[in-house]
């Protein structure tokens, strides 16, 4: 099986601007969630979802924003986007157990 | 709300020497993940302890999973270089079912 897909894997942007950041889940997963990483912060969950609709949802501002599709297809938006944005968004798929399998992520840095 | 620590942050061994690192949590856990990123890579899921008192061993990772479900470590016996990384040890939220990270211990091997 094809493992998660992220794109774009890179991304700059400047302050203000919004991104649009897109995964494509393992075939059959239909939970899809996603993290920021950053150096400071470790791995901080953004929010989890499930049959196109958000299950979980971490300690994030309202400016980051995520959808899902019927194909399991996930995308996160992030509008007026802060110099603090900047990080690695990773996105994980998972079947029935919570076991996570990352994509490779897109590195954003809002300048 | 519920946390896992993982200590410690940062390790530098000789290649050969062990390595441990340590996770705790103030609750008792229902399972406890593990998980590899390799330097400029995205973490890659290695095992999922579900038992009290549970040791599973891959090679030369041995990890287990405290009697109380409150802790577990992850212990590499004569590191290789192929070792360098950031080990993440990652737990259900008791309360919201989420996936909280630890924040890691990055270990580097001096060959």
């Known amino acids: ?111 | 709300g519920q946390q896992v620590m993982q200590i410690p942050q940062y390790q530098h061994v000789q290649e050969g020497e062990d390595f441990t690192t340590y996770c705790n949590s103030s609750t008792t856990l229902s399972n406890i993940q593990w998980y590899k990123q390799r330097p400029g890579g995205h973490p890659v899921f290695l095992i999922q302890l579900v038992k009290s008192g549970e040791v599973k061993k891959q090679k030369r990772l041995t990890f287990q999973f405290g009697e109380a479900k409150k802790n577990s470590s992850l212990h590499i016996t004569a590191t290789q270089t192929t070792d360098v990384g950031t080990y993440f040890c990652a737990a259900s939220s008791s309360n919201t079912g989420k996936l909280i990270f630890g924040q890691g211990t990055t270990l580097q091997v001096k060959p």
């Open chain 1, 1 to 111: 099986k094809a493992g998660v897909t992220q794109t774009p894997r890179y991304l700059i942007k400047t302050r203000g601007q919004q991104v649009t950041l897109s995964c494509s889940p393992i075939s059959g997963h239909r939970s899809v969630s996603w993290y920021q990483q950053t150096p400071g912060q470790g791995l901080q969950f953004l929010f989890e979802y499930f049959s196109e609709t958000q299950r979980n949802k971490g300690n994030f501002p309202g400016r980051f924003s995520g959808r899902q599709f019927s194909n399991s297809r996930s995308e996160m938006n992030v509008s007026t986007l802060e110099l603090g944005d900047s990080a690695l968004y990773l996105c994980a798929s998972s079947a029935k157990s919570d076991t996570q399998y990352f994509g490779p992520g897109t590195r954003l840095t809002v300048l």
